[in-house]
């Protein structure tokens, strides 16, 4: 009986171990990083802060919001630039268990979502930002004064940047499910007008109700799922009578 435990407890130490370096990591970087907690906060605001007219200014109505908002994107920086290596850490304790096959798989896939994600969040703060805060500043009546909330801006750019960095991960996805054999490369193809209706009604829920934001997802998602669809045929073998179909 202790012979069949050595070995789990063997990984949940290494486990354990793979998390402390991940965690210590982690806090090393926030730590230094929190000396320009309020710069990061105004460069995230950045895009919202020249939308808005002349003379207007962003406000916290909590009292805690002014130490604790600039603190959150403090550490959602932190976490970004040590991702590399918590995914580094995540691999080296499973990447032992993996047949080599799935590891020239799994690496790759690994990387990429790290990198697209990293896409897709860029592409909402320097192209969406600044449509969509340049439409809700021009929707504004007149008389009335915009000045938005520091925590619910945040609240509001990190659900953006979820939702356009999960979109830029749709190649991986559709790579992971033709590579799995949930769905062929063939299946996906007659499927492409439902995704192409559906990414507009995905992008009509998490976008605000401008037409131009809505568009900026839904296009995106539609290209990545062709790409996808190129990807999985370059890298996955399709039977011929997939191709001629």
């Known amino acids: ?32 990083l929190f ?5 990061l906060y105004h460069l995230l605001a950045l895009p919202m802060l020249k939308a808005m007219k002349a003379g207007s200014q962003m406000i916290a109505t909590d ?3 002014t130490f604790f908002v600039p603190l959150k994107v403090t550490a959602m920086v932190a976490f970004l630039i040590t991702l590399p290596h918590s995914m580094y850490q995540a691999w080296a304790f499973v990447a032992p268990g993996l047949y080599q096959h799935e590891k020239k ?9 790290v990198f697209l994600f990293a896409i897709g969040m860029a592409f909402a703060y320097f192209f969406v ?11 504004t009546p007149e008389g009335v004064a915009m000045m938005t909330d520091i925590d619910k801006y945040l609240s ?10 999960a979109t830029f991960e749709t190649p991986v996805v559709v790579i992971v499910l033709v590579r799995m054999g ?19 009604v995905v992008a009509a829920v998490v976008t605000p109700p401008d037409v131009m934001s809505q568009v900026m997802l839904a296009v995106p998602l539609w290209l990545l799922f062709e790409l996808g669809l190129i990807l999985s045929a370059w890298l996955i073998p399709v039977p011929k009578a997939e191709e001629s179909s």
Not at 2 to 24: D, M, N, S, Y
Not at 35 to 39: I, K
Not at 129 to 139: E, I, Q, S
């Open 1 to 32: 009986m202790q012979e069949e435990l050595q070995p789990l407890v063997e990984h949940l130490i290494e486990l354990r171990t793979r998390l402390v370096r991940a965690a210590g990591l982690l806090v090393v970087v926030f730590l230094i």
């Open 35 to 39: 000396h320009w907690s309020g710069d």
């Open 63 to 65: 009292v805690t919001a």
């Open 105 to 113: 798989l799994v690496l790759p896939l690994l990387v990429s979502s």
């Open 129 to 139: 930002f600044p449509v969509v805060f340049g439409f809700m500043t021009a929707a």
């Open 156 to 165: 509001f750019v990190l659900g953006m940047f979820l939702s356009f960095g």
């Open 182 to 200: 949930i769905v062929s490369i063939a299946k996906l193809r007659e499927a492409r007008p439902y995704v192409i209706v559906g990414a507009f």
